[in-house]
C-alpha cells in the first residue's frame, strides 16, 4: 500500500517539468489518472508555509485564482485590489460565519510577480495551533480553494518558469526527501484504526465499481442481471451514510498529533529506557537491569528547544522465546518503521576493544536495528539516525578518544554520541546534536504538519462522499456517468490509501462472474 | 457506397492472379504479410497514406474471412469499428454491407458505451474486402507463404539493432524489397490445432501451416520475445437440425444502425434480417465436460487462454453448477450452418456431438465442422513502439494476434495503425501516435505497449479512463479531421463531411446556448419537460436538454426558426448536451496527459549507466521497457517521482548539448569555409 500523497508528489515532479505525470511507485496500473479531475479542476492552493513548532508567527500561503477571493472574504479587503506586496494590518474572520478568527498581517502578491507566478495571498498570523488550525480551515471552505499537494507550490513555481533548469536536479532530492516523509507519514496513520477504515472503504468501493462494470461491458450477452446493480446501490448507500458520520466526527475529533516522532530502539540492556528516563527528567519508564525489562512502547511528549517531539522508547530487540516480549519486539520494529529519527543505542561495554572492529560491530548493530527496506548500501541517513553510546563511564578514557577518533574517519557513519545516563556525562553534548536534528526535521513541511495532512484527507473523503452523490444522481439516467461517479470516488479515496486501475476491477470482475461469451 | 456493384470473385481473383506475376520482380514502399482483419486493414492504410504496397497472403480466397464468429461490434470493441471507420478503414462498411441482424448493446445505460454491433453474412464480408481491396490504388494481392525476413545493415540515423528490408517467399527463392513489412499472422506464429487428444500444426482448419522459418527469424535472429496464448472456437452446426422453437428468439434492432460514419443506413432492409436464438447449458453438458476432461489435451496444457472468451470447458470446470448462455447465431442469409456462441470446445468431436445434444434446441443436432483450439505464439508487445513498430528492428511493424490481442475489432484497429505507421516511415514521414485521452485505439495500444499482455488482450468501456470523452457517437469529430490534417489516411471526401458535421454541430449548439430563459419560460414552452426544479436562474438551451425527458426534437418544434435545419444531429446534439459538462471536466486532465504523451524519451539511452541518481530496480524497469514518452515512463511499475525528475533533467540536458554541439560544429565549418574564401 502506498500512499496517496506519492501520486501528489510524483504529480509535482512531474508538472514541475511540464511533461510527466505521477503514480504511486507501489502499485502501477493501465490507467493514466493522476490527480483526479475534481482535484486538478479546483485550482487554488493553501498551505502552512512557516515551519511547525511553537512559533510567534505563522504564514499561510494561498496561490490560484481564488486568492482574490480568499482575500476579499477572510480579509475584508474591498472590491479593487490593495497595493501589491504591501502588509495590511487586518481581521482575519471566517468566510461563511464572519467569526474573527485572528488579526495579522495580509499581503497581495498578484501574478506574475509572485513565487508561484499566480495571484497569491500570505497571512501572516499568531503562531498557535487553533489559530493556524481555524485560518487553515477557513481557507478550505472558500470555493475554488483546497490544501496544497505537498512540493504544489514549487511546482507551480516551476511551471510558471521561476526556477530554471539547473535547480532541478535539486528539485529532484526536493521531492525525494518529501515522498520519503510522507510516506513516513501515511505508515503512521494508515496503520491505525483509521488506515482500516480508509482500507475498507477503497475495498467496497472497488467492487461496487466493478460491479457497475461488469453490468455495462457484459451484462447484454451474459448471466448478469439487473440485481447487481441494486446491491450497487445499497453498498454505495453504506457506503455514504458511513462516510458522512466520519466526517462529522472527525471535525470533533481532529486534535493536533504534532511532535517529530522520535524512537529509541537498540538491543536489550543498553540503557534505552534510562535514556528516555534522562531526557525527559523524570521516571517515564521503569529502569531494571534485568534486559527486557521494557516490553510495550512507553511514549512521552517533549520539548525540545522549542520543537515539539514524541519520544518513544521501544522493547530490546532480540530474539526470545516469550510471547509477550516477541509481540514487543514486533511493535518495536513497526515504530522504528515509522519514525522521523531513530536514536540507536548501544552498550559500551559490549564493544570489542579494538576500535576498527567496535566500528564494524556497530555498523552491523545499525543495520540489524534499521528496517530493511532503508538499508543504505554505505551511506546511514544522516538526518534520521543517531547513534548513542550508553555507558561511555565503563571505558577507560584512552580507549574512549581511539573509538570516537575512529568513528569520525570511518565514512558513512551517522553521529554519533558518547554519553554517560548514570553520571550524566555527555548528556549536554547529546543534546545539542539532538536539537539540531529534530530543528532539521522540522524544517520539513511534512513531518510537522499534521494538521495540512488531515485536511487533504478530509478534502479527499469530501470529494469522494459527493462522487457517490453522482452515482445516484445518474443511476436511472445514464450508467456510464453514473459508474463515472464511482470511478471518481474511487480515485479520490485512493489519493489517501493508494492507487485501484482498470486491471485490479476486472480481476473482481472475473472473480465474481461468469464472463463466458 | 452500397449501391456500388462489387465485382464478382471470379474476376479478383484473375486480376489479382495478374498482378501476381509481375509482382516478385518489384519494389514496394510496404510489404503486408496476412490478410485477416489486421493485415487487410493495414494493406489499405498503407496505400491510402500514399505507399506501394503488396498484400502476401497464403491464400487468396480466404483475404477477408471471418475465421471465428461471424459478428462484428459490440461494447468496447464497436468503438473500435466506429473510429477505424473514422479513420477511413474498411471493416465498418464492410459490415454495413455484410450486416444480417443490427443491435445496438447497452442501449439503455448511456451513449457513451453503447456497443454497436453486427451479425454478418460471411460471404458477403469476404467479398466487400476483397472488392475493396482491388479498388484501392496502389495496392497488389499476391498469394504464397513468406519463407523469412530479409535483414540488412542497420541505418545509423534511426535506433535499432536489425533492419528488414523485405521478405524472401517460399519455393520462389526470388525476395521482394520493401521499406517496411507488416507482419499480421495471426494464429499462425508456430500455431498448433487441437482436437481432443491429437495435435497438428497450423493456426486454422483448412490452411497450410505458416513456414517454421519466420517464427525463427523472430525469435533466433531478432531475438524477440515471444509467448504463448490459446484460444478456440465452437462446432459449426447444421441449422435444419436445430430445433430453434425450443430457443429464445432474440429480434434485431427494427431500425439497424450502420457503423460507418458515410453510410445513412445497411444494405440489408429492416425486415430481412435475421433473428439470433438464446438457450442455455444443462447439467447434461457439465457432466460430458468433466467425464471427458482426460481427452482434452488443449484444455490441460498451461497456455494463457482468455478469461472472458473460455471454452466450455474452463467455463464449466470455474463455475460449476450453474447455467451457461449459449446464442445461436446465423452464419449467413443463405448459409444453412448456425454458430453456436458459448460452446467452444475442444473434446474429440464424437464427444463434442454427445455434448451440444445435451442442449434441448440441439437434441438432435449435427456437426458440420467440429470446434478446435488453437495454440500459438505471439511477440511480447512491450516490444513495440506506440507506431506499431519493433522497437529493436528498422522497418518491421506487428499488429493483430500477434501481438498478443484477440479479436476482429482490436487486430483491425492495430493493423490500420500499422499501415498507416509502416507507410510513412516507408515515405520518411514521421511516425504518428494516438493518445489514449483520444481514442479507444490508443488506449488499445498503450496497454499493449506500455504493460504487455498475460492472456488475450480484449477491449472493454472499462479500460479507457475518459470513456465519457471517447463515445461511439463522436468517433469521426475525434479522429477524422486528425486522420486527414495530421496522418494523412483519410479520403477528401470523407473528411469534407466530417468538417460539414463539426460547422453544423457547433451552429446547433451556438443556437442552443443562445436560447436562454427563465424555468417557467421554459417549461411554457416544452410542456412535456416535466422539470421538478424551481430555481430562478437562466437555463440556455444546452442546460434544458440535458432533461431525461427534453429531446432535440421537442425544442425543435418549439423554436423551427433557429433550431429545425439542425434536426439531421437531434440524437448526437441530445448526447452532447447530456455529456458536455463531464467532458469540460476531463478536459483540463485530458489536455496535461497529452502535454506528457508529447515529451518523447530517446530509445537510445543506456538507462543501466545513464549517470543520474536512480535505483537499480528502476534502471532495470527502465532499460526492460525502453518507454517511448515520459507519460509512459510514469505508468511503469517501481518508478519513482524522484526518477523521473533526475530522467527529464538528463533527456534535457542532453538536448541542450546536443545542440551546443551541433552549433560548434556549424561555427567550426563556417570559420573553414571563411578561411578558405580568405585564402
Known amino acids: ?111 506574475p510577480h509572485s513565487f508561484t507566478g ?77 488506515g482500516h477504515l480508509y482500507q475498507d472503504w477503497t475495498h467496497r468501493l472497488k467492487r461496487c465499481l466493478a460491479h457497475v462494470e461488469a453490468f455495462i461491458d457484459f451484462s447484454e450477452d451474459e448471466l448478469i442481471e ?152 554505505t551511506v546511514f541517513p544522516a538526518d534520521r539516525l543517531l547513534l548513542v553510546l550508553n555507558k561511555m563511564d565503563l571505558l577507560p578514557e584512552e580507549q574512549r578518544l581511539e573509538l570516537d577518533g575512529e568513528l569520525r574517519r570511518v565514512s558513512g557513519f551517522p553521529p554519533v554520541c558518547l554519553i554517560s545516563c548514570h553520571t550524566k556525562e555527555g548528556v549536554h ?30 478534502a479527499h473523503l469530501q470529494q469522494c462522499f459527493s462522487a457517490m452523490a453522482q452515482y445516484q444522481r445518474y443511476r436511472d439516467l445514464d450508467l456510464a456517468l453514473a459508474a463515472e461517479g464511482v470511478r471518481l470516488a474511487l480515485t479520490s479515496l485512493g489519493r489517501i490509501t493508494g492507487r485501484v486501475g482498470a486491471e485490479e476491477i476486472l480481476d473482481i470482475i472475473f472473480k465474481d462472474f461468469c464472463i463466458g461469451k | 457506397m452500397l449501391t456500388k456493384k462489387l465485382p464478382p470473385l471470379q474476376r479478383f481473383l484473375s486480376l489479382v492472379s495478374r498482378r501476381a506475376s509481375h509482382a516478385a520482380r518489384q519494389q514496394y514502399d510496404v510489404i503486408v504479410v496476412g490478410g485477416g482483419h489486421a493485415g487487410t486493414e493495414a494493406a489499405a492504410a498503407a496505400a491510402r497514406v500514399g505507399a506501394e504496397t503488396l498484400l502476401v497472403s497464403q491464400k487468396i480466397q480466404t483475404i477477408g474471412a471471418l475465421s471465428c464468429n461471424p ?22 462498411r464492410a459490415g454495413d454491407w455484410a450486416g444480417i441482424h443490427f443491435s445496438i448493446l447497452n442501449r439503455s445505460k ?174 447434461g453438458v457439465e457432466r460430458v465436460v468433466k467425464e471427458s476432461l482426460h481427452l482434452n489435451c488443449h484444455i490441460q496444457q498451461d497456455a494463457k487462454g482468455p478469461r472472458y472468451c473460455p471454452s466450455i470447458e474452463s467455463r464449466v470446470v470455474r463455475f460449476p453448477g450453474r447455467q451457461h448462455q449459449v446464442w445461436l447465431e446465423p452464419e449467413g442469409l443463405t448459409s444453412d450452418l448456425l454458430y453456436p456462441q458459448g460452446l467452444s470446445m475442444t473434446m474429440p468431436p464424437d464427444i463434442q456431438l454427445r455434448l451440444i445434444r445435451e442442449i434441448p434446441p440441439l437434441h438432435r443436432a449435427e456437426i458440420h465442422t467440429p470446434g478446435y483450439g488453437v495454440q500459438y505464439d505471439f511477440v511480447c508487445p512491450t516490444q513495440l513502439s506506440p507506431a506499431l513498430q519493433v522497437k529493436s528492428t528498422q522497418g518491421l511493424f506487428l499488429a493483430g494476434q500477434i501481438n498478443g490481442t484477440t479479436g476482429y475489432e482490436e487486430a483491425a484497429a492495430q493493423g490500420l495503425w500499422a499501415g498507416v505507421n509502416a507507410a510513412r516511415s516507408a515515405l520518411s514521414m514521421p511516425t504518428v501516435a494516438l493518445s489514449r485521452t483520444e481514442s479507444y485505439i490508443g488506449v488499445l495500444i498503450d496497454d499493449l505497449v506500455s504493460r504487455g499482455v498475460t492472456e488475450p488482450y480484449r477491449m472493454f468501456t472499462s479500460r479507457a479512463e475518459y ?40 451552429e446547433a ?99 543501466l549507466t545513464v549517470p543520474v541518481s536512480m535505483s537499480q530496480e528502476v534502471r532495470e524497469v527502465l532499460d526492460r521497457v525502453r518507454p517511448s514518452t515520459l507519460g509512459a515512463a510514469t505508468r511503469l511499475e517501481g518508478m519513482t517521482p524522484a526518477a523521473i525528475v533526475h530522467l527529464l533533467n538528463y533527456v534535457r540536458n542532453a538536448a541542450q548539448r546536443e545542440r551546443r554541439t551541433q552549433r560548434h560544429q556549424k561555427e567550426e565549418r563556417e570559420r573553414e569555409m571563411c578561411a578558405k574564401e580568405a585564402s
Open chain 1, 429 to 458: 553534548d547529546f543534546l545539542t546534536v539532538l536539537h539540531s536534528s529534530v530543528k532539521t526535521l522540522c524544517g520539513d513541511p511534512l513531518s510537522g504538519a499534521p494538521t495540512l495532512t488531515q485536511a487533504r484527507h478530509r
Open chain 2, 509 to 607: 449548439q451556438a443556437a442552443l446556448q443562445t436560447l436562454s430563459m427563465s424555468n417557467p419560460k421554459w417549461r411554457k414552452a416544452l410542456p412535456d419537460m416535466r422539470m421538478s426544479e424551481t430555481k430562478s436562474t437562466l437555463l440556455t438551451g444546452m442546460d434544458v436538454l440535458q432533461y431525461k425527458y427534453v429531446t432535440f426534437e421537442m425544442m425543435s418544434s418549439a423554436f423551427p426558426e433557429s433550431l429545425s435545419r439542425h434536426m439531421e444531429f437531434a440524437q448526437r446534439l441530445k448526447i452532447e448536451a447530456v455529456y458536455k459538462p463531464h467532458c469540460d471536466l476531463q478536459k483540463k486532465e485530458i489536455e496535461r496527459i497529452q502535454k506528457e504523451e508529447n515529451m518523447s524519451l530517446p530509445q537510445d539511452i543506456d538507462y
Open chain 1, 118 to 194: 499566480e495571484d497569491s495571498v500570505e497571512f501572516h498570523i499568531h503562531g498557535g495551533p487553533a489559530v493556524i488550525t481555524a485560518v487553515l480551515q477557513a481557507l478550505g471552505s472558500v470555493p475554488g480553494m483546497r490544501p496544497a499537494e505537498a512540493g504544489e507550490f514549487t511546482r507551480r513555481a516551476f511551471q510558471a518558469g521561476k526556477l530554471d533548469l539547473t535547480e532541478v536536479e535539486g528539485l529532484g532530492d526536493l521531492i525525494h526527501a518529501e515522498t520519503e516523509a510522507q510516506r513516513r507519514q501515511a505508515l503512521r496513520q494508515m496503520s491505525g484504526e483509521l
Open chain 2, 110 to 283: 448511456g451513449p457513451a458505451v453503447w456497443g454497436p454491433r453486427a451479425q454478418l453474412d460471411r460471404q458477403r464480408y469476404r467479398t466487400f474486402i476483397q472488392s475493396e481491396l482491388l479498388s484501392t490504388p496502389r495496392l497488389t494481392v499476391l498469394e504464397g507463404s513468406v519463407e523469412e525476413l530479409l535483414l540488412s545493415e542497420t541505418n545509423p540515423e534511426e535506433p535499432g539493432t536489425h533492419r528488414v528490408t523485405g521478405i524472401r517467399l517460399a519455393n520462389e527463392g526470388t525476395p521482394i524489397s520493401a521499406s517496411s513489412v507488416i507482419l499480421t499472422t495471426g494464429t499462425f506464429l508456430s500455431g498448433s490445432l487441437f482436437v481432443g487428444q491429437s495435435e497438428s500444426p497450423g493456426g486454422r482448419i483448412g490452411d497450410a501451416p505458416s513456414s517454421a522459418g519466420l517464427s525463427h527469424t523472430l525469435r533466433e535472429r531478432l531475438g524477440l520475445r515471444v509467448g504463448r496464448l490459446r484460444t478456440g472456437t465452437p462446432p459449426r452446426i447444421l441449422k435444419d437440425s436445430v430445433d430453434l422453437s425450443l430457443a429464445h428468439l432474440h429480434p434485431p434492432d427494427s431500425h439497424p444502425t450502420p457503423f460507418s460514419f458515410l453510410n445513412t443506413h445497411t444494405r440489408c432492409k429492416p425486415e430481412e434480417q435475421l433473428p439470433c436464438y438464446l438457450t442455455h447449458t444443462t447439467p
Open chain 1, 226 to 377: 439487473d440485481g447487481v446493480l441494486n446491491q450497487v446501490d445499497r453498498w454505495v448507500c453504506d457506503l455514504q451514510a458511513e462516510m458522512e458520520r466520519h466526517l462529522k466526527d472527525e471535525r470533533r475529533g481532529e486534535r493536533l498529533r504534532s511532535g517529530v516522532q522520535v524512537v529509541i530502539a537498540g538491543a536489550t540492556n543498553a540503557g534505552k529506557s534510562s535514556l528516555l528516563n534522562t531526557l525527559c527528567q523524570r521516571p517515564a519508564a521503569i529502569v531494571s537491569p534485568i534486559a527486557g525489562t521494557t516490553r510495550d512502547i512507553v511514549e512521552t511528549a517533549l520539548d525540545i528547544g522549542g520543537f515539539p517531539v514524541l519520544l518513544s522508547d521501544t522493547a530490546g530487540l532480540r530474539e526470545s522465546p516469550d510471547l509477550v516480549e516477541r509481540e514487543g519486539v514486533r511493535r518495536a520494529r513497526e515504530r522504528v518503521e515509522q519514525a522521523d529519527l531513530t536514536l540507536v543505542v548501544a552498550d559500551c561495554a559490549d564493544l570489542p576493544s579494538d576500535a576498527q572492529q567496535a566500528a564494524a560491530f556497530l555498523q552491523e548493530h545499525l543495520r540489524s536495528v534499521l528496517p530493511p527496506q532503508e538499508q543504505p548500501e
Open chain 2, 467 to 506: 470513456r465519457t470523452s471517447l463515445r461511439p457517437d463522436n468517433a469521426d469529430l475525434r479522429l477524422t479531421l486528425k486522420g486527414f490534417e495530421e496522418v494523412g489516411c483519410v479520403s477528401p471526401l470523407r473528411y469534407q463531411e466530417a468538417v460539414r458535421v463539426r460547422d453544423s454541430l457547433q
Open chain 1, 1 to 111: 500500500m502506498l500512499p496517496s500523497i506519492y501520486r501528489g508528489i510524483w504529480g509535482a515532479a512531474v508538472h514541475t517539468l511540464r511533461t510527466s505525470r505521477g503514480t504511486p511507485p507501489c502499485r502501477f496500473l493501465s490507467t493514466c489518472e493522476g490527480v483526479p479531475f475534481g482535484l486538478a479542476d479546483a485550482e487554488s492552493i493553501f498551505a502552512l508555509s512557516s515551519g511547525h513548532g511553537r512559533c510567534g508567527v505563522a504564514v499561510v500561503r494561498a496561490s490560484g485564482p481564488a486568492s482574490a477571493t480568499a482575500l476579499r472574504c477572510m480579509a475584508g479587503v474591498s472590491r479593487s485590489p490593495p497595493p501589491p506586496r504591501t502588509a495590511l494590518l487586518r481581521s482575519i474572520r471566517d468566510p461563511i460565519s464572519k467569526e474573527v478568527l485572528d488579526r495579522g498581517l495580509v499581503f497581495w502578491f498578484p501574478g
Open chain 2, 71 to 92: 459478428s462484428l461490434g459490440g461494447v468496447g470493441k464497436g468503438q473500435l469499428v466506429r473510429e477505424v471507420d473514422a479513420l477511413d478503414g474498411l471493416c465498418g
